[in-house]
């Protein structure tokens, strides 16, 4: 068994709203970080300092953090995939980690960031170098760790080889992220404990799609094997422009629901997580993937007459 509590980062302001085609207001995206906070949400993944013309619903990310709380004991997190986007994140003054991200194929690096997966781990190391020199701290994402939209099945001891050398470069934790959401229980535990060991002791962080209704087995599976930070996008709401066929994120509250109900701590409260999920919908403008949001609550929470 692992841990008894994880870390929960709240993914949606970027991942999960980066491949919508309806286009959300800066002033709603704020709301949802907001919300996130409420909710509980210590680390939240608030944009991303990529090209606009490729990912235009990120094209309001220097809005976005102009406009950011001051929240004591939040990490508002930026997703940079070069040290131009690092240089953006940097200068507005207001992100406090730096997402980096490397990727386990070729093909899948060149089409998500026009570099080679070698290429990519020496770019992240770089950002990660950048981040420290700036007084902030990074995190290593290791991009389609389970499975490739172009080159299939990828190898385990690949991605230990990657995180090996991402380590070196002393990131908060390294990442496996299943871009596709290809991975099965089975694929996760032996990933996530053979790169706690290559690693160790900087922690394993996942991140989960449920593009074939595995995501949720893959938390369990994930947490069970030692991984200590999980992300999740509230609704299941997400998925990666670059990658044909990726689907939502891990959805926050269901997410929280299972790991909560199972006695491992998130530091989440579902009851708002679900009044938000709510929320967000409207704002999406149909129904989000997230379960639990259209469950009946589970205890029944009793009147004060009953």
């Given at each position: 068994?692992?841990?008894?509590?994880?870390?929960?980062?709240?993914?949606?302001?970027?991942?999960g709203?980066q491949?919508e085609?309806?286009?959300?207001?800066?002033a709603?995206?704020?709301e949802?970080?907001a919300?996130?906070?409420a909710?509980?949400?210590?680390?939240i993944e608030?944009?991303s300092f990529?090209?606009?013309?490729?990912?235009?619903?990120?094209?309001?990310?220097e809005?976005?953090?102009a406009?950011l709380?001051?929240?004591?004991?939040?990490?508002f997190i930026?997703?940079?995939?070069?040290?131009?986007?690092?240089?953006?994140a940097?200068?507005t003054g207001?992100?406090?980690q730096?997402?980096?991200v490397a990727?386990?194929?070729?093909?899948?690096?060149?089409?998500n960031?026009?570099q080679?997966?070698d290429?990519?781990?020496?770019?992240?190391?770089a950002?990660?170098s950048k981040?420290?020199?700036?007084?902030?701290?990074?995190q290593a994402?290791?991009?389609a760790?389970?499975g490739c939209?172009?080159?299939?099945?990828v190898?385990?001891?690949?991605?230990?080889?990657m995180?090996?050398?991402?380590?070196e470069?002393?990131?908060?934790?390294v990442?496996?992220?299943?871009?596709?959401g290809?991975?099965?229980?089975?694929?996760?535990?032996?990933l996530?404990?053979?790169v706690?060991?290559?690693?160790?002791?900087?922690p394993?962080?996942?991140?989960?799609?449920?593009?074939?209704?595995?995501?949720l087995?893959?938390v369990?599976?994930?947490v069970?094997?030692?991984a200590t930070?999980?992300?999740?996008?509230?609704?299941?709401?997400?998925?990666?422009?670059?990658?044909p066929?990726?689907?939502g994120?891990v959805?926050s509250?269901?997410?929280?629901?299972?790991?909560?109900?199972?006695?491992?701590?998130?530091g989440?409260?579902?009851?708002?997580?679900?009044?938000s999920?709510?929320?967000l919908?409207?704002?999406?403008?149909?129904k989000?993937p997230g379960m639990?949001?259209q469950?009946?609550?589970?205890?029944?929470q009793q009147?004060?007459?009953a």
């Open positions: 068994m692992g841990s008894t509590s994880i870390e929960f980062v709240e993914v949606g302001p970027r991942d709203l491949n085609r309806t286009v959300v207001s800066t709603d995206k704020l949802l970080i919300r996130s906070i909710a509980g949400a210590r680390r608030v944009t990529v090209n606009p013309t490729r990912v235009p619903q990120m094209a309001d990310a809005a976005v953090c406009a709380p001051e929240r004591a004991g939040v990490t930026g997703l940079v995939m070069n040290a131009r986007g690092a240089d953006r940097i200068a207001r992100i406090d730096l997402g980096a990727v386990a194929t070729d093909k899948f690096a060149i089409a960031q026009g080679t997966s290429d990519s781990v020496d770019a992240a190391k950002i990660i981040a420290r020199d700036a007084g902030l701290t990074a994402t290791i991009g760790s389970f939209p172009f080159e299939g099945e190898d385990e001891a690949r991605v230990v080889e995180a090996r050398r991402l380590a470069a002393e990131p908060v934790e990442a496996l992220a299943d871009t596709i290809v991975a099965d229980p089975g694929h996760v535990s032996r996530v404990a053979a706690r060991a290559a690693i160790d002791p900087l394993v962080r996942v991140h989960f799609h449920n593009t074939r209704g595995t995501g087995a893959n369990w599976a994930a069970t094997a030692g930070v999980v992300d999740a996008a509230l609704g299941g709401l997400g998925g990666c422009p670059f990658a066929g990726a689907a994120n959805s509250e269901d997410v929280v629901y299972m790991l909560e109900r199972a006695h491992i701590s998130t989440m409260d579902l009851d708002q997580l679900i009044e999920s709510a929320w919908t409207g704002i999406i403008g149909r989000l639990v949001a469950a009946p609550r589970f205890p029944q009147t004060k007459d």
